[in-house]
C-alpha cells in the first residue's frame, strides 16, 4: 500500500508543478507587459489548480479499494478457530515444509 501512496503522491506533484510552472509563465505574459503606462488587469483571479492524469485517478482508486479493505479477513478466522477448537484443523505437510524452508533459505545469507 505504502508504493501506491508514493505514486500517487508523485504524480500528484509532479502535475502540480507542470501546472504552477505553466500558470507561472502565462501569469507573468499577461501582467509584465505595459499598455500606455498601465498594466494589463488579470483575466482570472490567480487560484491554483491540480489536473490529475488517469493513471493518477486510477491509482488512487486503487489506493482507495486497498484502504477500504479490512486487515483481517474476520471469517476465516473464525472458521480457523472454529477447526482448532473442534480438533478438526488440518495442516497440508507438503505447504507448511514448503514454506519452512523458503523462508529459511530467505533468512539466510547464501553461502557459495
Do not use: C, F
Not at 508523485?10 to 500558470?23: G, P
Not at 487560484?47 to 492524469?53: A, G, I, M, P, R
Not at 479490512?70 to 515444509?97: C, F, H, M, W
Amino acid at each position: 500500500m505504502s508504493s501506491i501512496d508514493k505514486l500517487v503522491g508523485n504524480n500528484v506533484a509532479n502535475t502540480y508543478q507542470t501546472q504552477n510552472t505553466a500558470a507561472s509563465t502565462t501569469s507573468t505574459q499577461v501582467t509584465g507587459h505595459a499598455h500606455h503606462g498601465h498594466r494589463h488587469q488579470q483575466a482570472a483571479a490567480n487560484t491554483d489548480s491540480v489536473q490529475l492524469s488517469d493513471s493518477a485517478r486510477a491509482l488512487a482508486s486503487a489506493r482507495d479499494a486497498v484502504q477500504a479493505t479490512p486487515d483481517v479477513r474476520q471469517e476465516k478466522v473464525s472458521s480457523i478457530k472454529q477447526s482448532i477448537s473442534d480438533g478438526t484443523y488440518q495442516v497440508n505437510s507438503s505447504v507448511l515444509a514448503r514454506n519452512l524452508l523458503s523462508r529459511t533459505n530467505q533468512a539466510e545469507p547464501s553461502q557459495q
